[in-house]
């Protein structure tokens, strides 16, 4: 059984014990967590697909950590200018691990 979520703008596909990571969720760590976006389910009855979301249709996860990822690196350059430029950004994120999914 799998199901497609809808977490921040993203979409995502999980099914029972995965682990993901989506975009910061003002969340505590170890706190129960439930997804009500959900957008398809298929499972041994066969598929259901939401218009945009299926009703009474939810995931559960629960939430590990609150991480970074890793740093990526812009730089700019100018030619003939003696101008450059370099930034670094860490996204933070959310680490889930899908506990159930409910059709």
């Known amino acids: 059984m799998y199901a ?9 596909t999980v099914g029972k ?14 706190s129960d967590f439930t997804i009500e976006k959900v957008l398809l389910v298929s499972d041994k009855e ?18 590990l950590a609150q991480v970074k990822d890793d740093k990526k690196l812009i730089y700019k350059y100018r030619r003939r200018k003696s101008s450059d430029n370099l930034k670094g950004h860490r996204q933070k994120l959310t680490r889930l691990k899908i506990t159930g999914i409910k059709a």
């Open 17 to 30: 014990d995965d682990v993901i990571e989506v975009e910061k969720i003002e969340i505590a760590g170890g």
């Open 4 to 12: 497609i979520v809808e977490v921040g703008s993203k979409q995502y």
């Open 46 to 63: 066969g598929v259901k697909v939401g218009r945009p979301y299926l009703k009474g249709a939810a995931v559960s996860a629960k939430v």
